[in-house]
């Protein structure tokens, strides 16, 4: 199973020096180069952000017409910490974790919409905890800081709980899963493919997931002031190769599964759990969601109720400014 750490909220607190962070460790699953200066585009381990590596492999960008060096991260950490420092061009990341970057000063564009986590962030706990509620008093272990980590805060106010409230066992997720599973901690956030691990536990169980809060979670492509400013012709090749790779992926489900199961590290069985926890958004979901609105559909709305949880939570001193964050230019132009 890969070792991928998906940090969210507490971006924050390395924001501040993500000026002199390069992300050296990532792995390259760069293929046939198109024409072109070279794009660096990062991601990884999340069902929403594997149909990158579909279209890698079957040379979509290169259709294109743009050169990409399509980056794996094993921390997804350190992804966000490239894309700040400008060590990428662009990375696929939460819009929370977006948020905490441009509130440590970072210039970045959402440009596209990948998904919305509806089930694939889960809260797991073990036999004889039956709600959130029942946390109280026991160890959670969770990456501190990660969207699951931001989903455990959002799931315990609702329980009129705080984190407080629980014993907090900070543990990178892979981790995190294994010491669940090995009756450690009484409950886990996580994310998929970690779930699946988590779930080997006798007798466990979600108690909360992303699909309790619906919006709350979206993934995107988020691109650097420069590539936004100076490469606008590439980050149209990339929006348009995403859609033209979903379009693939329809039409060539096994192949594909087989694809980004690889990637994944799991069976193709069990990436097919994960279709249903992971809503990949159409051109119409993206315009929709690019619109501004005043529900969690909306990208300035959610974007609202992250800042607001950011400040009131003392993971943010302020809320970011998000005037020009959104860029649904290449989504419209997309054929």
Request: some cysteine.
């Amino acid at each position: 199973m890969i070792s991928r750490s998906r940090r969210l909220m507490t971006a924050l607190l390395c924001a501040i020096s993500l000026a002199g962070v390069t992300a050296l460790s990532a792995c390259s699953d760069s293929g046939t180069a198109a024409s072109g200066t070279k794009v660096t585009i990062g991601y990884s381990a999340w069902p929403g952000w594997f149909p990158w590596a579909v279209a890698q492999e079957k040379g979509l960008f290169e259709k294109n017409g743009v050169n990409v060096d399509l980056k794996w991260f094993d921390s997804y950490t350190e992804s966000i910490n490239a894309l700040s420092s400008g060590a990428i061009d662009a990375n696929s990341q939460t819009l929370n974790d977006t948020l905490a970057s441009v509130s440590g000063g970072a210039k970045l564009s959402v440009v596209l919409v990948n998904d919305n986590s509806t089930g694939n962030d889960k809260i797991i706990a073990r036999e004889g905890i039956t709600g959130v509620a029942d946390l109280k008093g026991k160890k959670v272990a969770v990456e501190q800081g990660t969207v699951d980590h931001y989903l455990l805060l959002l799931a315990l106010q609702e329980a009129k709980l705080t984190e407080k409230d629980v014993e907090l066992v900070p543990l990178l997720t892979d981790a995190a899963a294994a010491a669940f599973v090995g009756g450690q901690v009484d409950a886990v956030a996580a994310f998929a493919p970690f779930t699946s691990k988590a779930l080997e536990r006798p007798g466990s169980r979600a108690i909360a997931t992303s699909a309790e809060f619906p919006g709350a979670i979206p993934d995107h492509l988020v691109v650097s002031e420069k590539m936004a400013k100076e490469r606008k012709k590439e980050v149209q090749a990339l929006v348009t190769t995403w859609f033209q790779t979903i379009d693939w992926i329809k039409q060539n489900k096994a192949e594909a599964v087989q694809i980004m199961a690889k990637r994944g590290a799991v069976s193709t069985d069990e990436y097919k759990t994960y279709d249903a926890g992971t809503t990949i958004f159409t051109k119409q979901q993206n315009l929709d969601a690019f619109t501004p609105g005043v529900t969690p559909a909306h990208l300035n709305f959610q974007a609202g109720k992250i800042a607001d949880f950011m400040v009131s939570t003392g993971l943010a001193p302020a809320r970011p400014n998000i005037d020009g964050l959104f860029d649904d230019q290449y989504v419209k132009s997309v054929p």
